[in-house]
């Protein structure tokens, strides 16, 4: 079974660059057909895709965020990285990494069939 796990700082200073690391276990972040998202969820609102980096390395961002974001790889600890950089108290969120198994559902958080436990990110100075 695949699982996911989040790691990071659970703190971040105004614009500072947030890091998160989703460590794989079960399954290979190059297998075929698998693509690793960022997901997260401010209170009491719905989840919000911020990125996916697909089994091939190829990457996909929410517009949203413009060239705020990033996510990389490495295979060799099968992990996953995710880098918001110049955050703001906006970005102050819950932050999950997921698996989605098609192309097509990579912006819908709901259609992710695995998931970390998720971690909090306050910002503050």
């Known amino acids: 079974q695949v699982r996911l796990r989040e790691s990071g700082p659970g703190l971040v200073s105004p614009s500072q660059t947030l890091s998160l690391t989703c460590t794989v276990s079960?399954?290979?972040?190059?297998?075929?057909?698998?693509?690793w998202s960022w997901i997260r969820q401010p209170p009491g609102e719905e989840l919000e895709w911020l990125g996916t980096i697909a089994y091939s390395g190829t990457t996909y961002y929410n517009s949203s965020l413009k060239n705020r974001i990033s996510i990389c790889r490495d295979t060799s600890k099968n992990q996953f990285t995710l880098q918001l950089t110049s955050v703001t108290p906006e970005d102050q969120d819950m932050y999950y990494c997921a698996r989605a198994g098609d192309q097509r559902w990579i912006e819908t958080p709901n259609r992710h069939e695995y998931w970390g436990q998720g971690t909090q990110v306050a910002v503050s100075s």
């Open positions: 079960g399954g290979s972040i190059t297998a075929n057909y698998g693509y």
